[in-house]
T-cell receptor, first 113, second 118 residues
Framework: AQSVTQLGSHVSVSEGALVLLRCNYS??????LFWYVQYPNQGLQLLLK??????LVKGINGFEAEFKKSETSFHLTKPSAHMSDAAEYFC???????????FGKGTLLTVNP | GAVVSQHPSRVICKSGTSVKIECRSL??????MFWYRQFPKKSLMLMAT?????????EQGVEKDKFLINHASLTLSTLTVTSAHPEDSSFYIC??????????????FGEGSRLTVL
């Protein structure tokens, strides 16, 4: 069984500030973890993924996430927020191609000028 | 690579009519496609898993006679909302898995289709 908990349905930051979006997971098998971003009225775009290689994963648009097995976490960070980062962010977990991708409820990021 | 395209992006229809949404994998063969529904300010709800050449597997609570899914080829899956009603208005998103995902379960998403039923 798999599940994802995203802490905070809405995060608001100032432009230039640190972005931290929290994600905790549970999985009965070694997990693959993903962060997707969704802009209004669009589909989901992959930001980054953890596939059991390096625990610190770098993605597009300056985002990165660190897999911490002991904390069952995969938090998403970006050192300096940009206005264009405003979007909905989804964390997801999978046990592999034979498992369905399980999504968190999403975190809406707003960036204030 | 691994591009998924949906059409139409927006559709408005009258209550009682049927609407078809197409999902195509443009540069790969998708043996499995997934259809999601997204309500405003809500997460994605998996509706069904579509396998090429076989019947779709619907999630609990999803009416298979209302949401007809066909996956007739390795590059095309369709979702038909039959006898649509205003409560069917939503954002529908398809996705596909592919070997490009490296066996991780990664999904590639279409652009989504906004359905409005008057």
């Amino acid at each position: 069984a798999q599940s994802v908990t995203q802490l905070g349905s809405h995060v608001s930051v100032s432009e230039g500030a640190l972005v931290l979006l929290r994600c905790n997971y549970s999985s009965s098998v070694p997990p693959y973890l993903f962060w997707y971003v969704q802009y209004p009225n669009q589909g989901l775009q992959l930001l980054l993924k953890y596939t059991s290689a390096a625990t610190l994963v770098k993605g597009i648009n300056g985002f990165e996430a660190e897999f911490k097995k002991s904390e069952t976490s995969f938090h998403l960070t970006k050192p300096s927020a940009h206005m264009s980062d405003a979007a909905e962010y989804f964390c997801a977990v999978s046990g592999g191609s034979n498992y369905k991708l399980t999504f968190g409820k999403g975190t809406l990021l707003t960036v204030n000028p | 690579g691994a591009v998924v395209s949906q059409h139409p992006s927006r559709v408005i229809c009258k209550s009682g009519t049927s609407v078809k949404i197409e999902c195509r994998s443009l540069d790969f063969q998708a043996t499995t496609m997934f259809w999601y529904r997204q309500f405003p300010k809500k997460s994605l709800m998996l509706m069904a898993t579509s396998n090429e050449g076989s019947k779709a597997t619907y999630e609990q609570g999803v009416e298979k006679d209302k949401f007809l899914i066909n996956h007739a080829s390795l590059t095309l899956s369709t979702l038909t909302v039959t006898s649509a009603h205003p409560e069917d208005s939503s954002f529908y998103i398809c996705s596909a898995s592919t070997l490009a995902g490296g066996g991780t379960g990664e999904l590639f998403f279409g652009e989504g289709s906004r359905l409005t039923v008057l």
